[in-house]
């Protein structure tokens, strides 16, 4: 009987800690949904503000650098390029990432393989190469204003080290695309997805109809 006294009582407690949690995590939130120095999408909106503490946590990453890099295209949150390589050079398992090219420049077989080499084991690790003749193929070469035509380097670095990482490291980005990979995905992806306004609906959508959605390499 004692026992089972014991254990209610320590459910309680956690129960109380995790009130006392959530409620410093809504006034946090707060403050930061009061600031005009966050994204449109968390001014005055403390849930979605909430949602980035939640995956700051889960990342060991600022609150702040989550809110300005994590966006929502075509109704599906992205993380910018440069912050989720920046999170992985960061991360202390592997060396920062680094390309080779190959192929001539501006050729369908200009392409770029993004690897790095893990820490403990010190193994080179390689991911897969991305070229511009696989850019058009896919769809993301031609599309109008395509990044892919006006800064082409810079495109195949990004795809390169996000293949890598969604490889070797996919829970460092929470398993989400970039939002580079969203945009070159377009109209295929709003046809597979629920169209959502914040990154409540999000969460709430999630289990049910976007994790059954994967774009293709894109």
Same mark, same amino acid.
């Given at each position: 009987?004692?026992?089972? &006294?014991?254990?209610? /009582?320590?459910?309680? !407690?956690?129960? +109380?800690?995790?009130?006392?949690?959530?409620?410093?995590?809504?006034?946090?939130?707060?403050?930061?949904?009061?600031?005009?120095?966050? =994204?449109?999408?968390? $001014?005055? @909106?403390?849930?979605?503000?909430?949602?980035?503490?939640?995956?700051?946590?889960?990342?060991?990453?600022?609150?702040?650098?989550?809110?300005?890099?994590?966006? #929502? &295209?075509?109704?599906?949150?992205?993380?910018?390029?440069?912050?989720?390589?920046?999170?992985? @050079?960061?991360?202390?398992?592997?060396?920062?990432?680094?390309?080779?090219?190959? /192929?001539?420049?501006?050729?369908?077989?200009? /392409?770029?393989?993004?690897?790095?080499?893990?820490? *403990?084991? $010190?193994?080179?690790?390689?991911? %897969?190469?991305? %070229?511009? /003749?696989?850019?058009?193929?896919?769809?993301?070469? +031609?599309?109008?204003? +395509?990044?892919? $035509?006006?800064?082409?380097?810079?495109?195949?670095?990004?795809?390169?080290?996000?293949?890598?990482?969604?490889?070797? *490291? =996919?829970?460092?980005? #929470?398993?989400?695309?970039?939002?580079?990979?969203?945009? !070159?995905?377009?109209?295929?992806?709003?046809?597979?997805?629920?169209?959502? +306004?914040?990154?409540?609906?999000?969460?709430?959508?999630? =289990?049910?109809?976007?994790? *059954?959605?994967?774009?293709? $390499?894109?």
């Amino acid at each position: 009987m004692s026992m089972t &006294v014991a254990s209610i /009582g320590m459910a309680i !407690d956690e129960v +109380s800690a995790e009130e006392k949690y959530f409620e410093l995590a809504q006034r946090k939130a707060k403050v930061y949904s009061e600031s005009s120095l966050v =994204p449109r999408e968390y $001014q005055k @909106n403390v849930g979605n503000v909430l949602i980035a503490q939640n995956m700051a946590t889960r990342m060991g990453a600022d609150v702040l650098m989550v809110m300005q890099n994590l966006y #929502l &295209v075509h109704g599906r949150p992205g993380w910018s390029a440069q912050f989720l390589i920046g999170t992985f @050079n960061s991360c202390g398992r592997f060396s920062a990432i680094r390309y080779r090219f190959s /192929g001539k420049t501006d050729t369908d077989d200009w /392409g770029c393989t993004a690897y790095c080499v893990e820490l *403990a084991t $010190q193994e080179e690790l390689i991911g %897969t190469k991305v %070229t511009i /003749g696989i850019a058009k193929k896919e769809g993301w070469f +031609s599309k109008a204003g +395509s990044k892919w $035509q006006t800064i082409p380097e810079q495109m195949l670095r990004y795809r390169a080290a996000t293949f890598l990482i969604r490889t070797i *490291a =996919p829970e460092i980005g #929470l398993g989400l695309h970039t939002v580079d990979e969203l945009e !070159d995905a377009g109209p295929a992806a709003e046809k597979r997805m629920p169209q959502l +306004s914040s990154l409540n609906d999000w969460v709430v959508a999630k =289990p049910a109809a976007i994790e *059954a959605e994967t774009v293709e $390499q894109a």
